[in-house]
């Protein structure tokens, strides 16, 4: 089993760099598209939340899990498919520390881009 | 710099113009992610730098948003239908950006022409328009499962002959690569996360070497 506490799989990364060849515009660009689109996925699990529709809190976390492993953020992607479990049983209601989870996970994808960014 | 002034004002970062974004077309750039076009100078924003672009849409309106997301599906298509499509033709369906970032960058080279779909409703479309040689969709996708596109075309004699690869982020193991093949009639079954080796591998048995030859030359 591998073990990393990184918020992005350095294994993931290095296929990553290897695929940008040196053009750091390519990661940079992947990455910013990657934090986009969490945005904008969060502000759909608040309004599911909300509206207290597990459906759309699911698909959503689906979403977000999918778009992750591309990236390497491997436990937002953990964090996103444990909601999905969660939310296949019927009687499930959306929580907000289940978004706060998500967020929290990210913030630390966001250093570690931040950190590329200077690597 | 700030590049957004106030709501939707930006200045074009190649001529310095102040533009109204809801005024300006998006480009027609093959890339996964069009911008809009300055009224003053016909330049797109892609490449601009990421902060830049991060900046921009961080403080777009969520008009601009919505419109980036509803209107952005159709770009290629717009231009494809006065233009035919260099052969062959990949159309990638997934409602996923990063995806269609790392497809792009692998398909660095290859001669022919990529096309972008981020919903199944446009992609099954785009696929009946345009007789792709490859489809490579998403199984969970808005609006028409990724599944269902690839049991549409092989049953219709116009598409049957394009082959359909098949991308999943939860679907994983044997007995759903045999589900996907057998009851989809998908060609090829692949788990995300994407691996640029592993897809140059399948898009070359699919549309043949040649056709991908320098699509990844020097990596």
């Not at chain 2, 990421?50 to 599906?73: G, I």
């Not at chain 2, 345009?130 to 549409?152: H, N, S, W, Y």
């Not at chain 2, 995300?192 to 320098?214: C, F, N, Q, W, Y």
Request: contains cysteine.
């Amino acid at each position: 089993m591998r073990v990393f506490d990184t918020a992005i799989d350095p294994d993931l990364l290095t296929g990553l760099r290897d695929l940008a060849a040196g053009d750091r515009a390519f990661l940079d660009d992947l990455y910013a598209i990657y934090l986009d689109q969490a945005d904008d996925i969060i502000a759909i699990l608040r309004h599911a939340l909300a509206d207290g529709d597990r459906a759309h809190f699911s698909a959503a976390a689906h979403r977000l899990a999918s778009a992750s492993l591309n990236v390497g953020a491997l436990f937002v992607a953990g964090v996103c498919h444990s909601i999905e479990a969660a939310m296949s049983d019927r009687s499930a209601r959306p929580s907000a520390s289940q978004v706060e989870a998500v967020e929290k996970e990210l913030d630390r994808v966001v250093s570690a881009v931040a950190t590329l960014a200077v690597a | 710099m700030n590049n957004v002034e106030s709501a939707d004002l930006y200045r074009c970062p190649s001529c310095d113009t102040v533009n109204l974004a809801a005024a300006n077309d998006w480009c027609l750039c093959t890339n996964a992610d069009q911008t809009l076009v300055c009224a003053q100078c016909s330049s797109c924003f892609c490449d601009a730098g990421a902060e830049w672009k991060r900046d921009f849409w961080q403080k777009a309106s969520p008009e601009l948003h919505t419109r980036r997301r509803e209107e952005r599906s159709g770009c290629v298509k717009l231009r494809l239908v006065t233009q035919t499509p260099q052969r062959p033709v990949i159309l990638l369906i997934d409602d996923d950006r990063t995806v269609h970032s790392i497809v792009l960058r692998v398909l660095e080279g290859f001669e022919g022409t990529l096309l972008h779909a981020y919903d199944g409703e446009t992609g099954l479309r785009m696929a009946q328009d345009f007789q792709p040689e490859l489809v490579i969709t998403d199984a969970l996708l808005p609006k028409i499962d990724g599944r269902e596109i690839a049991r549409a075309l092989k049953s219709d004699p116009a598409t049957a002959n394009g082959k359909v690869v098949v991308i999943t982020a939860i679907y994983k193991g044997e007995r759903y690569r045999s589900e996907a093949m057998r009851e989809y009639f998908a060609d090829d079954y692949i788990e995300k996360p994407v691996h640029a080796d592993k897809l140059r591998i399948i898009i070359a048995s699919m549309i043949g070497e040649s056709a991908t030859r320098r699509a990844g030359a020097g990596r």
